[in-house]
């Protein structure tokens, strides 16, 4: 838990940070353009990054820490034959490397994807009170009008379907993996690959189908 | 192809066939092996001829496409999986690679386990492991990762894992590879007296003839050579050094030119 959500920390509350201030100064300029006014730039911008932003950016960078990580980890472990004693120990793979890792990043693409909206709300709220003249009140208002609380349970929905992909395909590639060095890179890049491809797929699909519901 | 089961063997290989993927030439092809109780017996061949794939088989790693594997009379594909895991918890094996845990300290690789598949108190596999280290060499290095220690140390905690469950079977996959001389034999001689103190049927994989023909000679055991797959021949260190078959005659005497050497040019 520690490896998996703990250390991730520090780089997805800076990312998820800057996207909130980012998100701030483009739809306040987008909503001068065409509407002549930026009071909903609070609303569009929370709503966006609950729905949307907040779980598909967090996972997308837990999946280049930990997705690479636990694929690196398996694949070494492949090379110097410590899966095949673990064979020879009778151990079930899924139930001791696999099952793990998934309650872990579960628990940290919900818990993360959660706190990182909180700080990109904050760093909208700041720069909302500087740049468009709302107050910090007026801004958490509006947020708190717009965005309901089964966007909440949406958001973490994603959250945890896309922590689950991580682990699996991760480990999928670490399992598959040729022999030699070279191959547990590979095995590291196309566990990147495949999971944020899979995780950008999985959120149209869920999506589509919080719409359709 | 003889296909009965004889008492006194505790591992049958019979005509099994294996390849990896859609590779078009098996690696292991319609081999016939045995080994008998509390016997040492050699697998000697070159480099890349099968010689860990035929351990991993015979330990139930992998599964042959044809034939089949039995350990003490018991046929590993006929078997579910609960009498398969207890059948081969009576066979170890030891890794070329090493196969030890490097998250886990020495201590623990052997707690591990002892953990896992017995029902021992902490405290009894706690006395399990530290008489195991006492008997391999290792006692004072508990608390080091495998990745701190040397090769030789390494293949001691290797075997010393293989043989924490007591088992009546070890596979030794290469022991000596990367070692020095004087490492190589102190490897050999904690084999070969774990082997005498606990009456193990032990396998050992090795592309040292002279290791495989001196312990051949001072202690009977059997020679089989592997290439391309099948077993050429099978006997003791004379037997083997008398072979009529051109590839073992080239083997042996470390000839240049023969089989083996235009094999490879082609």
């Known amino acids: ?60 960078l837990l999946t280049s820490r930990i997705g690479a990580g636990i694929a690196a980890e398996i694949g070494s472990m492949k090379v110097t034959e410590q899966l095949d004693a673990l ?34 709300l904050f760093g909208g709220a700041f720069l909302a009170t500087q740049k468009l ?47 030699g060095s070279a191959a547990v890179g590979e095995a590291a890049t196309q566990a990147v690959v495949r999971t944020s491809l899979s995780i950008i797929i999985a959120d149209f699909i869920l999506t589509y189908l919080f719409y359709a519901i | 192809m003889d296909t009965s089961i004889n008492e006194n063997e505790v591992v049958k290989a019979q005509g099994i066939t294996f390849r990896y993927g859609d590779a078009p030439q098996p690696v292991i092809d319609l081999l016939d ?17 099968g010689k860990t794939t035929l351990l991993k088989i015979l330990a139930g790693l992998y599964s042959p496409q044809t034939g089949d594997v039995f350990i003490q009379g018991a046929p590993l594909a006929m078997l579910n999986s609960k009498d398969r895991r207890m059948i081969l918890r009576r066979v170890s094996m030891t890794f070329q690679r ?30 399990v492991a530290q008489k195991i280290l006492s008997q391999v060499e290792l006692r004072g290095s508990e608390s080091k990762f495998p990745f701190e220690m040397s090769g030789g140390m390494q293949k001691r905690l290797g075997i010393a894992r293989a043989l924490v469950l007591e088992p009546e079977v070890v596979f030794y996959d290469d022991p000596t590879a990367g070692l020095d001389p004087i490492t190589s034999k102190h490897i050999v001689e904690l084999i070969l007296k774990v082997h005498k103190e606990k009456e193990t049927a032990t396998l050992i994989a090795t592309s040292e ?32 050094l008398d072979s009529n078959n051109p590839v073992v005659f080239q083997f042996v005497r470390g000839l240049l030119k023969g089989p083996l050497t235009r094999l490879e040019s082609e």
């Not at chain 1, 007026?138 to 717009?146: A, D, G, R």
């Not at chain 2, 998250?103 to 021992?120: A, D």
């Open chain 2, 98 to 127: 090493s196969g030890l845990f490097d998250s886990l300290t020495v201590l623990e690789n052997l707690l591990f386990p002892l953990k896992e598949l017995t029902l021992f108190s902490p405290e009894q596999s706690l006395k």
């Open chain 2, 33 to 49: 092996l045995s080994l008998k109780r509390s016997e040492v017996l050699f697998l000697i061949g070159l480099s890349g001829m």
């Open chain 1, 87 to 120: 064979k020879m120990l009778s151990i079930d793979f899924i139930d001791y490397l696999v099952i793990p890792r998934w309650i872990g990043a579960v628990f940290s693409a919900c818990t993360l994807t959660v706190l990182s909206i909180a700080v990109a």
């Open chain 1, 133 to 179: 003249g709302t107050s910090p009140g007026e801004y958490l208002n509006t947020v708190f009008f717009f965005v309901k609380f089964s966007d909440v349970v949406r958001c973490l929905i994603k959250a945890a379907i896309f922590g689950t992909l991580i682990p699996f395909i991760a480990a999928y590639q670490g399992f598959t993996c040729g022999t």
């Open chain 1, 1 to 60: 838990m520690y490896l998996l959500g703990v250390q991730s920390v520090p780089i997805i509350f800076v990312s998820l940070g800057f996207v909130g201030l980012m998100m701030i100064l483009e739809l306040a300029f987008h909503m001068r353009l065409v509407l002549k006014h930026d009071a909903l730039v609070p609303a569009f911008s929370a709503v966006l990054m609950v729905r949307e932003l907040g779980p598909v950016i967090t996972c997308l």
């Open chain 2, 209 to 240: 003839l002279d290791l495989a023909l001196g312990v051949s000679r001072k202690n009977l055991a059997r020679i089989a050579f592997l290439h391309e797959g099948r077993i050429l021949q099978i006997g003791t260190a004379e037997e083997i």
